[in-house]
């Protein structure tokens, strides 16, 4: 990532952009907040606005959208150059990164491309779709992870809403989103992070009908294998590659105990026919006692007051 990002300073405010959407970026930034129209919803607040396109290859009257995302700064510059460093990895792709503003509060926004003619792995009616349908893309998700990992890049937050699929580009349908989470290793990505990554996504796929059976685990397993690690993988035997991928599954199936709380990695446990964890439930220690019913009075609120008063360490 040797591309510089430029910055213009206002005020508190700093506006980082890529050199390249410069106009792109202006226009956007220059557009009364009255205009942009909600889009939809995140973790954070996301909007879209339309401005035209700058690339003059294209017509003037061409419209681009903005999708504006809304945090922290520490997590809108760190979006940022994630999303960065996903477009220098081989074989993934990821919503492109426009710029961000640091409003000097503490409170940032996020600026990217609107992907066109993508929706979200989440939007898909698998019920719908035929098995051949369904099993494809399956594989392909099993192909963009496999190589996510091989390049020692973890999501992090690998569920179906953060995966788009587009009939774009047929060789390379995935687009990757909402990157805030995603770490990469120096060295080789450890199993924790991986399997973490798998479970995510094995649950929700699961739970959304596009992994039914665990046959169909164990075929997402190999072609996840098969990009993850080809070296140690494909040059194995048949019998060989069923053991390895036993192995995995074994890995996996034990990490699931370690996330009682995530309702999304539980969702896996049918496919590794383990019984669901029950929700905990509160121990008496954990349990706030009971609020007496005592009548407020004049006194019993001075006392009251007193008492707060004391805590809080105030004369």
């Not at 996504?201 to 990009?227: K, N, Q, S, T």
Request: with cysteine; aromatic share 6%; glycine share 6%.
């Amino acid at each position: 990532m040797t591309e510089r990002v430029r910055c213009v300073k206002g005020g508190k405010w700093i506006l980082y952009y890529r050199p390249e959407y410069e106009n792109l970026m202006r226009q956007a930034w220059d557009r009364q907040r009255e205009e942009i129209r909600l889009a939809g919803k995140s973790n954070a607040e996301v909007l879209r606005t339309t401005v035209n396109n700058p690339d003059e290859r294209r017509s003037q009257e061409t419209p681009t959208q903005i999708v504006v995302k809304s945090g922290t700064e520490a997590s809108v510059r760190r979006e940022f150059g994630n999303y960065r460093m996903y477009e220098d990895l081989e074989g993934v792709r990821s919503v492109t990164p426009v710029g961000y503003v640091d409003h000097g509060d503490g409170t940032g926004h996020l600026y990217t491309l609107f992907e066109d003619n993508a929706i979200p792995l989440k939007n898909i009616n698998f019920r719908s779709l035929g098995n051949g349908e369904r099993l494809k893309l399956l594989r392909e998700c099993a192909r963009g992870i496999g190589l996510l990992h091989r390049q020692s890049v973890a999501h992090n937050d690998l569920k179906l809403k953060n995966i788009l699929y587009t009939q774009d580009q047929p060789n390379d349908p995935l687009i990757f989103m909402d990157v805030a989470k995603s770490t990469r290793s120096r060295r080789e990505l450890s199993h924790q992070a991986s399997l973490y990554d798998l479970l995510a996504f094995i649950g929700d796929a699961h739970h959304e009908e596009m992994i039914r059976r665990p046959e169909e685990l164990d075929a997402f397993i190999h072609h996840y294998l098969v990009h993850r690690e080809p070296e140690r993988y494909v040059q194995k035997t048949k019998t060989e590659q069923e053991e390895y991928r036993r192995g995995v599954k074994v890995l996996l199936s034990g990490k699931i105990s370690e996330h009682e709380s995530d309702v999304v990695i539980q969702n896996a446990a049918g496919l590794f026919k383990l019984p669901r964890l029950p929700r905990r439930k509160m121990s008496d220690a954990s349990k706030k006692p009971p609020v007496p019913d005592v009548p407020v009075t004049e006194g019993t609120f001075k006392k009251l007051t007193r008492e707060r008063k004391k805590r809080n360490g105030s004369s």
